[in-house]
């Protein structure tokens, strides 16, 4: 019973991050039906500028939070930078082409930034210097990091936040009024080419905290690490029903606890030696192996948010709590 | 082509000889700059396999597949485990490549059975999520029972062998001394000849008319009787069938195959040869595929060297220009010349007739 609480924790934290990475495919693609598949590049870019600022501030002996908040702060405006650029230089110039074109030039972009990204800071892998002090809490036989609260908190808010822009603000009501129909919001007055510039930007800024979060959790930053994050984040984008906000957070959540819980399980459930008395040779097997036979470890972890993807796609196109159909050529 | 031919044979043949002439000769001059070009020169024949392969599916019936490198890992794989060390099998190529063709055929309907009702952008992520799976699969089936080797990879894979033709060693022949890499040359030219006249073929048959109207309009085409569902599934599974067979000649070339060769970013090199040659087109693909092959390896032979004696050092990995390069070669294209280099007559009219 602790390891499921303890997969749950895990999937809440992984979950809250697909969450917010998430959003910023569902946002793009409910207003321009572009699949932004840069978006986990500027995660990854969010996350190798924090590594350098971390980096460098380390030794300063500032506090850990104060530390990781500078480099929140000097990750968001670069991510936003890069998110804007690439609207403009990349697709809005393509907005009246057929569906493919900029699905290609995105494809395009991400390669672009993947191997700049690798340029400034190598193609190794970074550590992050270890300046967060872990603290463990434990609740109901299993464990939870101080670091997996303030991410799973910093996620909520967000989410909470970005709820009210979408919902109460002037710029929110233009962004779904855009979505709906973008000739008769340009014919009342609304700017439609700010209210994309500025969807790409808010996506992008929460991309930034993501990656500093994803850098800061696992302690770890590549240049490769944006594009699986990416696919996962846009897994549970369409899990949730894609173009829908609440959608993207639901999604984003339910998508880490099906990766962390079938991490945890599978293993156990395609243990052959539980039904090891149907065949001889498999019985022998058991026994030399002691007693595992594991058909699929944790090792396919990567294969469940992929799965599900094309579940969904398969069966309920217009995901959990969409109400568009995928089928649009 | 066979326009040309029909309009004026004897202009046609004499450039078909010049080609072929040109064909014959150029392994030897490529070797006159080092055995690395005619190596070179073998990739760039295999990818205009798999970019013609893929063309197929993505030029001709217009179904997006970012996934593709999949079927040439399946081709790949199945050759490596049917003639090497790894299970004591070693079946000879004219067995295996047949073999391999049809398992990566048969993957091709797996992929395309569950994703007939998807279209465009929804297509392509759900492939390069079928790519991904396939690889994570190579990658892990080491364990319980040892299948692929997992992420070592197999090792000692049988060139190809025809009686006394081995085309791993240097053998003469008529005064003349054939190395590895040229004998493949040889073969892949032949390859790639027979692939593209299947491709013509098939473009202007009754097939690639009806891959044509799915492209175009899938419901329009459905309505005159257009069986949409076994054709698009003909498609998946002739592209998979090309990149299978192109996979058990990367395995015999190679001699050693591991799940790091069929990345995303492979998949993603391929469609960019396709969408820089122009989609559609078959001289076109062609082009793409060689122009990104050659241009990053004259890169890497030029960039390097003349970094190096300006600044005494590598600031700029050709490999990152190699990369930077296929992402600009992506954006570029589809910004200024959305139809490719050579677009097909078909695509021009329609990107004319879109752009509002």
């Known amino acids: 019973m602790d390891i499921f609480i303890q997969q749950l924790i895990n999937g809440l934290t992984l979950g809250a991050v697909y969450a917010v990475v998430a959003l910023g495919y569902t946002m793009v693609y409910g207003i321009i039906q572009l699949i932004n598949f840069a978006h986990g590049e500027v995660v990854m870019i969010g996350a190798m500028v924090a590594f350098t600022v971390i980096n460098a501030l380390a030794p300063l002996g500032l506090p850990p939070l104060a530390v990781v908040l500078i480099g929140a702060a000097c990750a968001i405006p670069v991510c936003v930078l890069v998110g804007y650029a690439m609207e403009r230089l990349a697709y809005r110039p393509l907005r009246h082409a057929p569906r493919l074109a900029p699905l290609i030039t995105a494809i395009g972009v991400s390669i672009i930034l993947q191997h700049l990204a690798m340029l400034v800071w190598s193609r190794n892998v970074l550590a992050f210097p270890q300046i967060i002090d872990t603290k463990l809490y434990t609740i109901a036989g299993a464990t939870i990091t101080n670091v997996q609260i303030t991410i799973i908190v910093t996620c909520v808010a967000m989410m909470a936040a970005l709820a009210l822009l979408v919902y109460r603000t002037r710029l929110g009501t233009a962004m779904r009024a855009t979505a709906q129909n973008p000739q008769v919001a340009g014919l009342m007055g609304i700017d439609i080419d700010r209210v994309i510039a500025a969807t790409f930007a808010i996506g992008a800024g929460l991309a930034a905290v993501a990656g500093v979060m994803v850098g800061t959790y696992y302690g770890i930053a590549q240049y490769t690490m944006g594009s699986i994050l990416g696919l996962k984040a846009f897994a549970a984008a369409v899990l949730g029903g894609i173009g829908n906000v609440p959608g993207a957070m639901l999604g984003g959540v339910l998508m880490g606890l099906v990766e962390a819980l079938g991490a945890g399980y599978i293993g156990t459930y395609t243990d052959l030696c539980k039904i090891s008395g149907i065949s001889e040779w498999l019985t022998q097997r058991c026994a030399a192996d002691g007693g595992h036979f594991v058909l699929f470890g944790s090792n396919y972890q990567d294969v469940f948010a992929f799965v599900v993807l094309i579940l969904v796609l398969v069966f309920r196109p217009s995901g959990l709590l969409g109400e568009r159909v995928g089928d649009r050529a | ?356």
């Open chain 2, 1 to 356: 082509m066979t326009g040309a031919a029909r309009r004026n044979p004897p202009l046609f043949w004499a450039a078909l000889a010049v080609v072929v002439a040109a064909l014959l000769v150029l392994p030897f001059a490529m070797s006159e700059f080092g055995t690395t070009w005619v190596r070179v020169t073998n990739l760039a024949l295999l990818y205009v396999m798999l970019a013609l392969g893929l063309n197929i599916v993505v030029g001709f019936a217009g179904l997006l597949d970012l996934g593709y490198i999949a079927f040439y890992a399946v081709g790949a794989y199945t050759y490596a485990l049917l003639a090497s060390p790894h299970f004591g099998l070693h079946l000879p190529f004219w067995v295996i490549l047949p073999i391999g063709a049809g398992v990566a055929a048969l993957f091709g309907v797996l992929l395309g059975a569950p994703t007939l009702k998807l279209r465009g952008d929804y297509l392509a992520i759900v492939t390069l999520g079928f790519g991904e799976i396939i690889r994570i699969f190579l990658n892990n089936l080491s364990r319980p029972i040892n299948i692929t080797n997992g992420p070592q990879g197999v090792w000692g894979i049988d060139p190809f062998r025809i009686d006394g033709l081995n085309f791993s060693l240097k053998q003469t022949v008529l005064g003349l001394s054939f190395s590895g890499p040229i004998k493949y040359y040889y073969l892949l030219v032949v390859f790639v000849a027979v692939v593209i006249a299947l491709t013509l073929r098939l473009q202007n048959s009754r097939i690639g008319r009806a891959w044509e109207a799915i492209r175009e309009d899938e419901v329009a085409a459905r309505a005159m009787g257009i069986n949409t569902t076994n054709l698009k599934l003909l498609a998946y599974a002739m592209g998979a069938t090309f990149g299978g067979v192109a996979g058990g000649v990367f395995s015999a070339i190679q001699g050693f195959i591991s799940p790091e060769s069929f990345v995303l970013v492979e998949s993603i090199m391929v469609v960019s040869m396709v969408v820089l040659g122009g989609m559609g087109n078959v001289w076109g693909v062609v082009l793409g595929a060689i122009l990104l092959s050659f241009v990053p390896e004259i890169l890497r032979f030029s960039v390097g060297p003349v970094q190096q004696s300006l600044f005494g050092r590598t600031l700029i990995d050709p490999e990152v220009i190699r990369m930077l390069l296929y992402g600009l070669a992506l954006v570029l294209v589809m910004l200024f010349r959305p139809a490719g280099l050579l677009p097909s007559a078909v695509r021009k009219r329609e990107l004319a007739e879109r752009s509002e």
